[in-house]
């Protein structure tokens, strides 16, 4: 959800004073909070209070030592600054971040309101910050959970699109969670209140299509001993979800695109147009741009579903979730009592490649809960193919995983100590005592001149 912000003031005076303000903050109910250009908090609004309390306004704390605990403003640590771009800009910008908070560390959609002077600067900044319901930083019994960037990433594209009415189009690989993302759009959106109606589109003959989406008449076709509800009307009011909608027969597309064209239906064996209503997402593993090109896949239908995609990432690529997901699964799996996993089975957890993704993680999982004996997961009750990974550890060679671009080793050297200095809880003496390097090397290596 995009807000906008009342306007207390124009471009003939200056910008208004922080007691004028207020009256800004007060008109959101989501916590916001008034910054200046140098990140302090100047004040906030009594969702913001309630949450946080009045420490980081009556002490004009800095907003990024209070939303992440670092010591840098949130560009220098790695993350996406809203108030740095909205400077930089004079633009609003949104981003979501992962924040402190007094529940523990939780997603949140942050927008940034730039409020300028009578001469263009920008005097002040409103930043609103939404805390995302449909997805956690911690194990969770039925939400989404991750911390990853390319998470974050995925999770900031749904709670844009999801108050929207708009077609959602999710492309990712089998077992990456496209049911569980389709449901956080539609629980984020204005149709939450009605049914989510999953479709399995791979397992609609030609001979049911019809009748399973549309629904049928009492005689329509043999067999049809009573008038049935398609699943096109079950979703009134709420969210249809054609899972695998790559692998409708080309035949039957142009049956989907007149309904998403005309908005309307006829149940098997009746004339009665009837009008249907809901919000459409799709989803499929296949590559749908290439099925256009070679002809399987109808173009026109392709713009009518993908009107905003939405790329689900591999595990592979959110490598660093992995141990949250691991205790989330055996949560989901063992229910309030799971079990541990030893710190060298989760190693080699970690160590795997799962082309299934977050399917396969579970299915090895339910494997290691029925081989262990006792309330830990060990190395020798992962599947085989697992085990391995502990096997070459064991020979004393340590391998390291970077998942991100070649980059050159002076600026991968500066990113990390960026990050470092960002995330380091002590004093700068005990960083570099850390990093096995002098205080004065510390600091000519992050550009800044040593105490």
Not at 261 to 271: C, N
């Amino acid at each position: 959800m995009t807000y906008s912000i009342p306007m207390v003031y124009n471009s003939n005076r200056s910008a208004p004073p922080l007691a004028e303000l207020q009256s800004v903050l007060d008109y959101f109910s989501v916590p916001a909070i008034l910054l200046s250009p140098d990140y302090r908090i100047l004040g906030a609004n009594s969702a913001y209070r309630t949450l946080y309390g009045d420490a980081p306004v009556s002490q004009r704390r800095l907003c990024y030592e209070v939303s992440h605990g670092y010591q840098v403003p949130c560009d220098q640590a790695g993350e996406t600054c809203p108030l740095k771009n909205a400077l930089a800009t004079g633009q609003t910008q949104r981003v979501l971040h992962l924040h402190h908070t007094p529940s523990g560390e939780e997603h949140v959609d942050v927008e940034t309101f730039p409020i300028h002077d009578q001469n263009g600067g920008i005097r002040y900044l409103v930043e609103v910050l939404r805390h995302v319901k449909v997805a956690s930083s911690s194990p969770h019994d039925t939400r989404l959970v991750g911390r990853s960037p390319r998470f974050n990433k995925m999770l900031g594209f749904i709670e844009r699109v999801a108050p929207s009415d708009i077609n959602v189009l999710l492309l990712g690989e089998s077992g990456t969670g496209k049911e569980l993302v389709a449901q956080a759009v539609h629980e984020a959106s204005p149709r939450a209140k009605a049914a989510l109606v999953p479709v399995e589109c791979s397992g609609l003959s030609e001979s049911l299509f019809e009748s399973e989406l549309f629904g049928h008449e009492k005689g329509a076709f043999t067999g049809a001993v009573n008038s049935k509800k398609g699943l096109v009307e079950a979703a009134t009011g709420g969210t249809l979800f054609l899972d695998e909608v790559g692998d409708i027969p080309l035949n039957l597309q142009v049956k989907l695109l007149r309904l998403l064209e005309t908005g309307t239906f006829r149940r098997v064996g009746s004339h009665e147009p009837r009008k249907a209503d809901f919000r459409l997402i799709c989803a499929t593993h296949r590559n749908l741009k290439e099925m256009v090109a070679a002809g399987t896949f109808r173009r026109d239908l392709y713009f009518r579903i993908a009107s905003f995609p939405i790329q689900l990432p591999s595990l592979q690529e959110r490598r660093e979730d992995i141990p949250l997901l691991v205790k989330t699964l055996l949560k989901r799996i063992c229910g309030d009592h799971p079990p541990q996993v030893a710190d060298d089975a989760l190693a080699c957890l970690m160590a795997h490649d799962y082309s299934g993704n977050v399917r396969e993680l579970r299915n090895v999982l339910e494997w290691a809960n029925l081989m262990k004996d006792g309330d830990t997961i060990l190395p020798a009750h992962l599947p085989e193919e697992l085990q391995q990974h502990h096997a070459h550890s064991d020979g004393g060679h340590h391998s390291f995983a970077y998942q991100g671009e070649l980059l050159p080793l002076a600026e991968l050297e500066q990113n990390y100590l960026r990050w470092a200095h960002a995330h380091h809880r002590g004093d700068k003496q005990s960083l570099a005592r850390k990093l096995g390097v002098s205080e004065r090397t510390l600091y000519r290596k992050l550009g800044k001149p040593a105490c």
